[in-house]
Structures are given as C-alpha cells and as structure tokens.
T-cell receptor, first 111, second 116 residues
C-alpha cells in the first residue's frame, strides 16, 4: 500500500539557517504530494503541494519538488525564522483512499 | 474557499458521558469526510471514512460502537464518543474531500477532548 517515510527529528536550528526535511514515498500510480504544518494546539494547515512529477510546490519561502525518480518530496527553506517552529507532515494522496501521513518532524528555531 | 470547521474546539467531559463533535464544510459539498485521532507528539491516525448517506467505514481496531459517525448531509459529519473514558482524551481532527478534487483533503482545526 501507499506509505510516507519522513525524517522524524526533532530538528533544532538557529534563525536564518537552511532547512531540509526529507520525505520519501511508496505508491502505485501517480499520487499528489503535500506538506502540512501544525502549530501547537492547532489543526493542520496546507503548506504546499505538487500534483505531478517535477512540479515544485512553494509557499512562504518553503519549497518542495516532486521527484518521481527518487520518490521524494523534500521540504526546504533557505532561511528559517522563529515563527517557523512547528510540526511538519509530509503526506500523499492517490485520490481513492485516505491521505497517508509521515510521522511528522518537529522543528524548533532558536533566535 | 474550502473551509472546514469543527465544533467545539475544546471540550471537557466526565467519564461515562457522551460527547458529540461536529465537522462542517462551510463553502463546498463534501462527498467524503475522514476522522482522525492524534496522540501527543504523534502523527494522525485514521479512525474512519464516511460518505454522505452511507455507513462509515472504520479502521481496524477502532470500536464502531464507541465512536459513532454520522454523515447526514454533504456539509456535516458528526463524531460521537459514547461512554467516554480518560483514555479517549485526545485531539480529534476531521477532513473533507470533494468529488471534484479527490486528491486533496481539507482539514478542520481539531477538537481537544479531555475526559476526567
């Protein structure tokens, strides 16, 4: 079945550092890929998405490229801020079944 | 667009009572709704999938008699935790999907349930 493997962390960075959170997936067909962010005590917010191979999703300085050859969708940001501290979930949807989530990566950014 | 609301956002109840959580799609019709449970510092665990007008499909290990799900209309699904116990305390999140955009789910803000 479909699955998502995500770097679990926790990840602690200093402000303005470069961020990478690795995400790889297993799926049949052509799934859509997502990154969600969850702030403490809140639900999931869609951060970015990509619907086909080589698509790049981007939002708020975050980027991720749908790489079919490596089955990856790594999240990157060039310069993190304290306000980026949150839990990040990589997810996959094949359009038929429920969305599959990675384990989540807790990011803490220190000033 | 594509906003999903949940009510209440927080609820505290006594052991043995029942609690109902509502999930509404505010500006679209949700043909399918999902209910997730999230334990502290963990990922989301799918509890059940419900399609409008039909019975919910529960994941293995989820007690259907304890977690009653009703998807009465294209904009409303409810989760009722019956005879709640402290171990049912958790963060419950719903999401909704449309027929048009089957790949994407829209998530509610979650409900924090505390059973004392």
């Amino acid at each position: 079945g479909n699955s998502v493997t995500q770097m679990e962390g926790p990840v602690t960075l200093s402000e303005e550092a470069f961020l990478t959170i690795n995400c790889t997936y297993t799926a049949t067909g052509y799934p859509s890929l997502f990154w969600y962010v969850q702030y403490p005590g809140e639900g999931l917010q869609l951060l970015l998405k990509a619907t086909k191979a080589d698509d790049k999703g981007s939002n708020k300085g975050f980027e991720a490229t749908y790489r079919k050859e490596t089955t990856s969708f790594h999240l990157e940001k060039g310069s993190v801020q304290v306000s980026d501290s949150a839990v990040y979930f990589c997810a996959l949807s094949d359009g038929n079944n429920d969305m599959r989530f990675g384990a989540g990566t807790r990011l803490t950014v220190k000033p | 667009g594509a906003v999903v609301s949940q009510h209440p956002s927080r609820v505290i109840c006594k052991s043995g009572t029942s609690v109902k959580i509502e999930c509404r799609s505010l500006d679209f019709q949700a043909t399918t709704m999902f209910w997730y449970r999230q334990f502290p510092k963990k990922s989301l665990m799918l509890m059940a999938t419900s399609n409008e007008g039909s019975k919910a499909t529960y994941e293995q290990g989820v007690e259907k008699d304890k977690f009653l799900i009703n998807h009465a209309s294209l904009t409303l699904s409810t989760l009722t935790v019956t005879s709640a116990h402290p171990e049912d305390s958790s963060f419950y999140i719903c999401s909704a999907r449309t027929r048009i955009s089957a790949y994407e789910q829209y998530f509610g803000p979650g409900t924090r349930l505390t059973v004392t």
